[in-house]
C-alpha cells in the first residue's frame, strides 16, 4: 500500500511540475502565434493620433481671472495665453487663495470673447463645474481641461476665455437639501 501511495504521489507530482511548466512555455508559444499571424502585435501597432487637431492653424487663446468685491479671494491664470490647435486637448492651471479667516463658498461663472467662441468651447473637466468651499487661508490650483471645435470660424484667431468667481450664500458643508424644504 506504501508503495501504491508513493507511485500515485509520484504520478501526481510529475503531472504538477508538467502543468508548471507548459504554463511558462506558453507565453513564448502565445508571442510566436501572434507574431506569425499577426494578431495582437503590439510592436508593428500603429501609434494612435488624433485626426481631429487642426495643426494648419494656431490659436492664442488669453486667460482672464476676476472675483466679485464680496469675494475675499485672490483668482489668477498660471498662465496669461497659451497657443493651441483647433481639436487639441489642452490643459490649463487656475491658482485661487481665500484670504479670509473663515471658509468660504464660490461658484464660477465662464464666459467667452468672441462670443461665437463660446459655441466651439468643450470642457471636460472644469472647476466651473461645482461650487468651490476653500478653507481660511487656503491656496488651491484647479485644472481645466477643453478642446476648441476645429469648425471655429477661420477669422477668429484670439479667444478670450474667462472666469468670475461670485460668493455663495447659504451652503454649509454636510448640509443636504431635503425636497422642498430649505437646508437646515
Given at each position: 500500500?506504501?508503495?501504491?501511495?508513493?507511485?500515485?504521489?509520484?504520478?501526481?507530482?510529475?503531472?504538477?511540475?508538467?502543468?508548471?511548466g507548459f504554463g511558462?512555455?506558453?507565453?513564448?508559444?502565445?508571442?510566436?502565434?501572434?507574431?506569425?499571424?499577426?494578431?495582437?502585435?503590439?510592436?508593428?501597432?500603429?501609434?494612435?493620433?488624433?485626426?481631429?487637431?487642426?495643426?494648419?492653424?494656431?490659436?492664442?487663446?488669453?486667460?482672464?481671472?476676476?472675483?466679485?468685491?464680496?469675494?475675499?479671494?485672490?483668482?489668477?491664470?498660471m498662465e496669461s495665453?497659451?497657443?493651441?490647435?483647433?481639436?487639441?486637448?489642452?490643459?490649463?492651471?487656475?491658482?485661487?487663495?481665500?484670504?479670509?479667516?473663515?471658509?468660504?463658498?464660490?461658484?464660477?461663472?465662464?464666459?467667452y470673447g468672441p462670443?461665437?467662441?463660446?459655441?466651439?468651447?468643450?470642457?471636460?473637466?472644469?472647476?466651473?463645474?461645482?461650487?468651490?468651499?476653500?478653507?481660511?487661508?487656503?491656496?488651491?490650483?484647479?485644472?481645466?481641461?477643453?478642446?476648441?471645435?476645429?469648425?471655429?470660424?477661420?477669422?477668429?484667431?484670439?479667444?478670450?476665455?474667462?472666469?468670475?468667481?461670485?460668493?455663495?450664500?447659504?451652503?454649509?458643508?454636510?448640509?443636504?437639501?431635503?425636497?422642498?424644504?430649505?437646508?437646515?
Amino acid at each position: 500500500m506504501i508503495t501504491d501511495n508513493r507511485r500515485t504521489f509520484s504520478k501526481l507530482l510529475v503531472i504538477a511540475v508538467a502543468m508548471f511548466g507548459f504554463g511558462f512555455a506558453l507565453v513564448p508559444f502565445y508571442k510566436k502565434i501572434c507574431e506569425v499571424t499577426g494578431i495582437n502585435d503590439l510592436q508593428k501597432a500603429d501609434v494612435v493620433e488624433n485626426t481631429q487637431v487642426d495643426t494648419s492653424r494656431t490659436l492664442v487663446l488669453e486667460l482672464d481671472a476676476n472675483t466679485r468685491n464680496e469675494l475675499p479671494w485672490k483668482f489668477r491664470a498660471m498662465e496669461s495665453s497659451v497657443r493651441v490647435h483647433p481639436g487639441q486637448l489642452v490643459q490649463v492651471m487656475f491658482e485661487v487663495r481665500n484670504d479670509s479667516d473663515a471658509a468660504v463658498t464660490g461658484q464660477a461663472i465662464p464666459s467667452y470673447g468672441p462670443q461665437v467662441a463660446g459655441q466651439y468651447f468643450r470642457k471636460l473637466d472644469c472647476f466651473c463645474f461645482s461650487t468651490q468651499e476653500l478653507k481660511a487661508r487656503e491656496v488651491r490650483r484647479m485644472p481645466v481641461v477643453f478642446v476648441i471645435h476645429p469648425d471655429l470660424p477661420k477669422d477668429v484667431n484670439t479667444v478670450t476665455l474667462s472666469y468670475t468667481f461670485f460668493r455663495v450664500e447659504g451652503t454649509r458643508t454636510g448640509a443636504v437639501p431635503t425636497a422642498g424644504r430649505p437646508p437646515v
